[in-house]
């Protein structure tokens, strides 16, 4: 069993950067890819980025690239969201989720048995 907890989550002006946690429970976290999704009112749960184990192989959907970074430390069981640039459109429920299916491969939301309550991020314009 996984428990995740997002944070850092708030509202800031467009242009601006959050960074997101996601802590871990549970030792099975370093054996696991990781992922960010999004979900904006009245629209579909969106992929965002996805970690391997090790951090050694990131993917990203193609509107966040190059303003986002996902990372992650094994140590604290913890993997972050980097956002930079922020845009109103990045406007979301941002939550973590993990599973033993999902991969950098394969970062479908399907794929994830584990999933954070999520943490409200709101850019202004």
């Known amino acids: 069993q996984v428990q995740l907890v997002e944070s850092g989550g708030r509202l800031v002006q467009a242009g601006g950067s959050l960074r997101l946690s996601c802590v871990a429970s549970?030792?099975?976290?370093?054996?696991?890819?990781m992922g960010w999704f999004r979900q904006a009112p009245g629209k579909a749960r969106e992929f965002v980025a996805a970690i391997n184990w090790s951090g050694g192989n990131t993917v990203y959907t193609d509107s966040v690239k190059g303003r986002f970074t996902i990372s992650r430390d094994n140590t604290k069981n913890t993997v972050y969201l980097q956002m930079n640039s922020l845009k109103p459109e990045d406007t979301a429920v941002y939550s973590c989720?993990?599973?033993?299916?999902?991969?950098?491969?394969?970062?479908?939301?399907?794929?994830?048995?584990?999933w954070g309550q999520g943490t409200q991020v709101t850019v202004s314009s």
């Open positions: 989720a993990t599973g033993v299916r999902f991969t950098t491969y394969s970062p479908s939301p399907g794929q994830c048995d584990y």
């Open positions: 549970g030792r099975t976290f370093r054996t696991y890819a």
